[in-house]
């Protein structure tokens, strides 16, 4: 009896590590991986940043993970573990799904600004964008309509 609820509670652990990660971990998953280009700015280098351009006043961290130089194995790992990442708290902005690819954008909204946006592109050139900071829903706009 002891055996089979060990069993059980591992069973359950792992399920709920492979569909519970975060974006943070997916994106430190794949980062290091060969052919996978990535680039995270936090810290020093947005303050920096911040000084000399004024529309980057509200991003706190900016990670960008593309994994198209990747192969096929890392590719289908990546699609299939953002495509289970935890959405607790997040809200699906849009979803575009068109053949093999699928393009999701999530965002995390908390007192009236985005506190996180997440661009997951998966298919064949799978992709990640990864935004942290007290975004406007005004500044998106003027991106988006620019």
Request: net charge positive; hydrophobic share 45%.
């Given at each position: ?12 652990g792992c399920v709920s590590f ?15 991986e060969r052919g996978a280009q ?26 960008v993970l593309s994994l198209a ?78």
């Open positions: 009896m002891k055996k089979l609820l060990l069993i059980a509670v591992l069973a359950i492979l569909y519970g990660q975060s974006a943070g971990d997916v994106y430190a998953s794949f980062a290091s990535s680039i995270s700015v936090g810290g020093f280098a947005t303050w920096v940043v911040k000084k000399f351009n004024r529309d980057m006043k509200s991003v706190k961290s900016l990670r130089e990747c192969n096929g194995s890392v590719r289908e790992k990546f699609n299939k573990e953002a495509a289970a990442m935890s959405l607790d708290g997040y809200t699906t902005l849009v979803r575009v799904k068109e053949d093999s690819e699928d393009v999701r954008v999530l965002i995390k909204v908390k007192d009236d600004a985005i506190r996180e946006l997440i661009v997951f592109s998966m298919g064949d050139d799978p992709a990640m964008i990864h935004v942290k900071g007290k975004l406007k829903t005004s500044d998106i706009e003027k991106y988006i309509n620019s």
